[in-house]
């Protein structure tokens, strides 16, 4: 008999075994009933008709009754006294059942549970049970069953229950805390039972960890590359395409094939062993360098891949193949030698691929290798995508490159301008936003929608950072001194910089080596940035908040949901899209939108900027939907670090009525950038 089954048919210890009524009773009783009738009414006839004399009559009746009584006495004795046997032995022969039952489900090989459906409070367990999850039965019984659920980083991959109510959660697959710490992988078999008396499941556990272990292994060994660990060719066609089946229809991927040059003679020069090392310290670099959620496989002898979702287009692509080129330059400890190592590298990208009939990870996969046959063709050390006009696009993007890491070794190509920021209510002047140009030599203007991204993707986005942050302390020196109370000028912040270990300490370091207080200074991140913000990203903005810096959420409601970060992290004002504010006042939905989110900041304490006032109309809209803080060419355009201090120095004077038309705050637009 199965564990369920037999402790299905368990007694409760609680509840006293019943007799059975037997099936004669009522016909016992009913032959009692008509036997005295009987006797009664035979023997009074009998009487009357033998004995004539009323006194001896009277004797003879009352003798007769007695006699009936003892007789009936005595058979109802017996009669009780046999039921009684009976039922002792019932008892006894159950009592012994029981504790059979009892024994079984305690000394059971597999881990047994009784639960209490509606709560999931465990309620009995085994000695199993105590050897699986490391805790005696005392601390297993009274926890909640689903306390034994470990916590993971990714979904099941198997339906984790069966079946319907209470009994649903108690069946399938699942992942549990064992011993030790040690998440196991058990199967749950769960039924219907009931506990003194009460309704509960018993939960049969089957440890598959060994098992799951086994098949893990084998699933690896398959997948992966033995010598490396990476990924193989066979995982990185599945991983494409499951990524081609589940993409939006605006999502875009990268395709990065690296072949490493002069491989051969490290081979030949050396030993296995050494072209071994080499192949780990590439594997290792690409890995250690790759975004989250990039795929590094090695698909050859002395090739290697990088699937990269959400690359989009060729400078970016061009970009990451040249971070990852310069961290495998870096040369490699072979006995004693350092050997520098350079890669070919070919390029695919997703949004040039057209494919019928067939899986797209292969064709995809056929793009980089001619991309990478065309670099090889260039020498060691090519770059080349599968389209022309897109290597070309690269190429632009590379040439960019350089020139904004020559930028950083000047003063006067990265400046700032400063739009300044009004309350919407007094018109006071109450900060700006200070917003980086490029003043290339030869290409004009370049905006910072095109340089920081740039520097987002080769890795120079701290020290962009560092360089305008400098320029800005710098430039405060002109308004810092008259700045009135509150006044703050904000710095954007990338979503990059939060991942750098070091960069929180890094800007209230420089912050307070200049001398600045930080009740001047905000920082803007974009909602998008902090969707996913993960530890150490939560770590800088609490410690940055902690210093005194406002933090503000930029683009709100630009098409993410960050009610969870407004809860969650130390906001002082939200920055709502200028989406929502250059239709105002005609469009009814925008003003509603804006209505509500003025609601919201207000519940939680928090200021609401309006981004992209172009207008008189906009202003008083914004400003009549409650509003705090506006900012757009309605108000003011970008300025410098000297006009801004000029305009501080008369920003009392600045009476609402002065906001629109004044020829301090909107000088003529040539040459001007256009609106953010």
């Not at 649903?168 to 039972?193: F, I, K, N, P, Q």
């Not at 995982?235 to 051969?264: C, I, K, N, T, V």
Request: hydrophobic residues 45%; proline residues 6%; charged residues 20%.
């Amino acid at each position: 008999m199965c564990a369920c089954g037999i402790v299905r048919a368990m007694p409760d210890r609680a509840q006293p075994p019943r007799a059975r009524e037997p099936a004669a009773a009522p016909l016992v009783a009913l032959g009692y009933a008509v036997l005295g009738l009987s006797w009664i009414l035979l023997s009074d006839g009998l009487v009357e008709a033998l004995f004539s004399d009323p006194d001896h009559r009277r004797w003879v009746q009352t003798s007769k009754g007695t006699a009936f009584v003892l007789v009936t006495a005595v058979a109802l004795w017996a009669v009780v006294r046999g039921l009684l046997r009976r039922l002792d032995g019932a008892r006894q022969r159950l009592a012994a059942r029981q504790a059979e039952w009892r024994t079984i489900f305690t000394e059971h090989p597999a881990p047994l549970f009784v639960v209490a459906p509606d709560t999931g409070e465990v309620l009995e367990s085994n000695r199993a049970a105590t050897q699986l999850y490391g805790r005696s039965i005392e601390h297993l019984v009274g926890r909640r069953f689903g306390d034994f659920e470990a916590i993971v980083d990714t979904p099941d991959p198997e339906p984790s229950a069966t079946g319907e109510g209470p009994l649903r959660r108690y069946s399938g697959l699942h992942r549990h805390v064992g011993g030790e710490g040690r998440t196991r992988w058990v199967d749950l078999h769960a039924v219907a039972v009931s506990h003194q008396g009460q309704p509960a499941v018993l939960v049969h556990v089957l440890d598959l960890t060994a098992e799951r272990e086994v098949h893990e292994a084998l699933s690896f060994a398959r997948s992966h590359d033995p010598l490396t660990g990476l990924p193989n060719r066979r995982a990185l066609l599945s991983r494409m395409d499951g990524w081609f089946a589940r993409r939006d229809s605006d999502e875009e991927a990268a395709l990065l094939l690296f072949d490493l040059d002069g491989f051969r003679r490290i081979a030949q020069g050396w030993s296995t062993e050494a072209a071994d090392q080499v192949l780990k310290a590439v594997a290792g670099r690409l890995r250690e360098v790759s975004r989250p959620g990039d795929l590094v496989a090695r698909t050859g002898m002395d090739e290697f891949a990088v699937f990269m979702p959400g690359l989009a287009d060729a400078p970016a692509a061009s970009d990451r193949a040249e971070v990852l080129r310069a961290q495998l330059a870096v040369p490699v400890n072979l006995g004693g030698e350092a050997v520098g190592l350079s890669a070919s590298v070919g390029v695919a990208l997703s949004d040039e691929l057209s494919v019928v009939g067939e899986s797209p990870a292969e064709p995809f996969l056929r793009r980089a290798l001619a991309g990478l046959a065309r670099a090889k063709r260039e020498g060691p050390g090519g770059l080349a995508f599968a389209d022309a006009s897109a290597q070309a696009e690269a190429a632009e993007a590379l040439r960019l490159l350089a020139g904004l890491r020559q930028a950083l070794q000047v003063t006067d190509q990265l400046v700032l301008r400063y739009q300044p920021l009004f309350d919407l209510q007094t018109g006071a002047l109450v900060g700006a936003e200070a917003l980086a140009e490029w003043h290339h030599p030869e290409r004009g203007r370049v905006s910072a929608g095109r340089f920081i991204p740039l520097a987002e993707r080769a890795g120079l986005i701290a020290e962009v950072g560092d360089y305008l942050l400098r320029f800005a302390l710098a430039d405060g020196a002109a308004w810092l001194p008259v700045a009135p109370q509150g006044f703050r000028i904000y710095l954007n912040i990338s979503p990059v910089q939060l991942r750098i270990p070091e960069f929180s300490c890094n800007l209230i370091r420089q912050v307070e080596e200049a001398g600045w207080p930080t009740a001047h200074l905000g920082l803007e991140i974009t909602e998008s940035a902090v969707m996913d913000v993960d530890g150490p990203a939560r770590a800088h903005l609490n410690r940055l908040h902690r210093a005194g810096f406002a933090l503000a959420l930029d683009d709100f409601g630009s098409g993410y949901s960050s009610l969870g970060a407004l809860r969650d992290l130390p906001f002082a004002r939200v920055k709502l899209d200028q989406t929502f504010v250059r239709d105002l006042p005609a469009s009814t939905a925008d003003a509603g939108i804006v209505r509500a989110v003025v609601g919201l900041a207000k519940g939680l304490g928090i200021e609401v900027v309006a981004e992209g006032i172009e207008g008189e109309p906009q202003r008083e809209a914004t400003r009549a939907l409650g509003c705090h803080v506006g900012q757009g060419y309605g108000l003011a355009r970008p300025v410098t670090a000297e006009a801004l201090a000029a305009l501080i120095e008369g920003a009392p004077a600045v009476g609402r009525t002065q906001l629109l038309g004044s020829p301090v705050l909107n000088p003529p637009s040539s040459g001007d950038p256009p609106p953010r």
